[in-house]
């Protein structure tokens, strides 16, 4: 089983800050981590409306600890919606907060997991068996956006003092299908075969057509044909 992949886009003050890159342990906690990856890519809809995390902010940060995100509901840390319902059950505590970088879940006690989370910026042993581990941050540059934001000065309730917001929360997409190509060139080689005599006729002919039909044929593949990212 593949690893899940997503990214947050941050920007602190109005300013980019970069891009955070995380790795969802979906091997050990599924359901934990499709909760997030579904709050990344927005395929969770209310009202046929996409919810999640862009546009919303990391709304408490506590040096050498953790910096804490996901409430899109209030931005406050009162706010709790998952894909499940407004809550869901503790999955399995069998990852520890042993490092910085682990993405874990906030909660207000067991067995009411949200949409809110937490990135550790150290070890922090004594939340083991409280939250759920369930990813990971990935790579140096990732590592180098948490603690800008773990370095911003904070005010009351440890709230930033600048507005530390993800712009954007994606997931890569996954190579389209070449299938729906044969579905449009099969009916060109067909009326080639018709209208020619030989194989060497329908190959110049097919050749022909397909170049002057290449921009249609491209136009809906060239976006999603290369590995980008979706956007909520």
């Not at 995380?22 to 709050?39: G, H, I, S, Y």
């Not at 919810?51 to 953790?66: A, E, L």
């Amino acid at each position: 089983m593949s690893r899940p992949i997503c990214f947050f886009d941050v920007s602190i003050g109005q300013t980019p800050a970069g891009r955070i890159k995380m790795e969802l342990f979906n091997d050990v906690v599924p359901k934990t981590a499709e909760n997030f990856r579904q709050m990344c890519t927005g395929e969770h809809r209310e009202n046929s409306l996409p919810i999640g995390y862009k546009n919303s902010i990391f709304h408490r940060v506590i040096p050498h600890f953790m910096i804490q995100g996901g409430d899109f509901i209030n931005g406050d840390g009162t706010g709790s919606k998952s894909i499940y319902g407004p809550k869901f059950e503790d999955e399995n505590f069998d990852l520890p907060h042993d490092s910085a970088g682990l993405l874990s879940m906030a909660n207000s006690g067991p067995h009411t997991n949200g949409c809110q989370f937490f990135i550790t910026c150290e070890p922090a042993p004594f939340l083991d068996k409280k939250h759920v581990v369930f990813g990971k941050v990935i790579g140096q540059d990732s590592m180098l956006v948490v603690r800008k934001i773990e370095n911003i000065a904070t005010g009351p309730n440890n709230r930033p003092k600048l507005q530390c917001v993800i712009t954007g929360a994606f997931f890569p997409s996954r190579r389209t299908s070449y299938g729906f190509l044969w579905l449009v060139l099969i009916p060109i080689l067909l009326q080639n075969v018709v209208n020619c005599r030989d194989l060497h006729c329908v190959y110049n002919c097919s050749r022909r057509d397909m170049t002057n039909d290449r921009q249609i044929v491209r136009q809906p593949f060239s976006a999603t044909a290369r590995r980008e990212p979706e956007r909520v």
